[in-house]
């Protein structure tokens, strides 16, 4: 079993910044952690996505301004930048092994004035 955890959502100004974190519980056979989001109304979507060779890959909506990066910590971060309010949404963490999907609980991010 997976356990995952988010900190760092708030509210921030269009252009702002913010670090998403997401502690896990277990790095043995995890494949692939990813952040996705979920704005009021929509599916939820990827947003990043890194490996466990270091491959990173975003959503055409925020490359450029967002970062997703692991350390030996058992974290994985979300580095946004440039915030616009079409980001606002409950950001979820994701780990997935051969044998589950995992999720953490959502943070919320509101961008706005």
């Known amino acids: 079993q997976v356990r995952l955890v988010e900190s760092g959502g708030g509210l921030v100004q269009p252009g702002g910044s913010l670090r998403l974190s997401c502690a896990y519980s277990k790095t043995g056979g995890i494949d692939v952690l990813a952040w996705y989001r979920q704005a009021p109304g929509k599916q939820r979507e990827r947003v990043a996505g890194?490996?466990?060779?270091?491959?990173t890959n975003y959503a055409d909506s925020v490359k450029g301004r967002f970062t997703i990066s692991t350390d030996n910590t058992n974290k994985v971060y979300l580095h946004m930048n440039n915030l616009r309010p079409e980001d606002t949404a409950v950001y979820y963490c994701?780990?997935?092994?051969?044998?589950?999907?995992?999720w953490g609980q959502g943070t919320q991010v509101t961008v706005s004035s």
């Open positions: 890194i490996d466990s060779g270091g491959s």
């Open positions: 994701n780990g997935r092994s051969a044998v589950g999907n995992y």
